[in-house]
């Protein structure tokens, strides 16, 4: 089997070497429509969650919050210690940081590895300001909002549906609040934290960008099936091509809610490296996309027929 999969990846690898040399032309111009992608919508939207997140995570900042949430939410999921903080952090740094807020957290000793692998099923949480703007491409600011509440929402119903046997709800585990930082010291640690994230963001976008390109060209796909591949592959191209797409707009919001759900194998490439040397289960993650896919197409749906829109 091992002999096996070498003569596989040996195969794939001159696959792909020979249609990097036969679509060489495109490379150029993928490379530098992945670069201005990361530039305009996915940096500026980023770069300041995560340097916050980096400044609250060291600081201990929402520990009073911690404290006056944690109860009824541990209550409601079943969980212990910082889980709650954890879902808020997800909730405005947005995805892989849930992922390095998990192992940051259970590190720590916050939260329990039983509380990890259930929050990696429903802390997928695209940065806000980054679906905003690209969502706002093709979508207006009604239609734009009400699919980034569904998605959030659907991650409350996964979190119901994981949540288990009732535990004990115990706040604190083992940290004590840090009030002796200097951020003189942090905020230089979070930029170069920070800029690495982006810089491996940049990176996935542009491997991904590459596959779904020569993928297009090799199967002359339809506009709607280059959308499809590159929101399989990576869901910043794929919503960056929407407004594209001639359909239906209820149609349109579906497909973005299905691309943003299932979150790219850029994604989740990232997440599976974050948490390659911990005991949190990436499958856990994998299977959480495919329940905010059922969930979250099918909710949108309803409210949509409802709303009558």
């Known amino acids: 089997m091992n002999n096996l999969k070498k003569l596989l990846l040996i ?13 060489n032309y495109l490379l150029g111009s993928v ?4 670069t201005s992608l990361w530039l305009t919508k996915v940096f500026p939207s980023l770069f300041i969650m995560f340097i916050l997140n980096e400044i609250i995570i060291k600081t201990n900042a929402l520990s009073l919050l911690n404290k006056l949430i944690g109860p009824p939410f541990n209550k ?14 997800s909730l405005f740094s947005g995805t892989p940081s849930n992922a390095y807020i998990l192992k940051e957290m259970l590190s720590n000793m916050q939260i329990t590895l039983e509380d990890a692998n259930k929050l990696i099923y429903y802390t997928y949480f695209p940065n806000p300001l980054f679906l905003y703007t690209i969502l706002r491409l093709s ?13 959030y929402l659907s991650n409350v119903l996964i979190g119901l549906l994981v949540r288990g046997k009732k535990k004990n709800n115990k706040i604190i585990l083992n940290k004590k609040e840090n009030n002796n930082y200097n951020l003189l010291t942090i905020i230089p640690n979070a930029i170069k934290k920070s800029m690495d994230t982006l810089l491996m963001i940049l990176g996935s976008i542009i491997f991904y960008l590459i596959i779904s390109t020569i993928s297009g060209n090799l199967l002359n796909l339809s506009l709607m099936g280059e959308i499809i591949l590159k ?5 910043s191209t794929s919503l960056n091509s929407l407004p594209l797409l001639n359909i239906i707009s209820l149609k349109k919001e579906i497909l973005a809610i ?5 979150a790219g194998m850029s994604i989740h ?26 969930i979250g ?4 749906f309803l409210i949509s027929i409802i709303m009558g829109s």
């Open 31 to 34: 490379v530098v429509k992945a």
């Open 76 to 89: 409601l999921f079943h969980t212990s210690g910082s889980s709650s903080l954890a879902f808020i952090l």
């Open 231 to 235: 929101g399989i592959l990576e869901i």
């Open 297 to 300: 197409a099918g909710s949108y």
């Open 11 to 23: 195969f794939l690898f001159i696959f792909f070497l020979i249609l990097a040399f036969k679509y």
């Open 269 to 294: 490439t990232q997440i599976l490296e974050i948490l390659n040397d911990t005991q949190i289960k990436y499958q856990n993650f994998f299977k959480g996309r495919l329940y905010q896919i059922l």
């Open 139 to 151: 979508f207006n600011n009604f239609i734009t909002l009400k699919i980034i509440i569904t998605l």
């Open 258 to 262: 299905l691309i943003i759900s299932f």
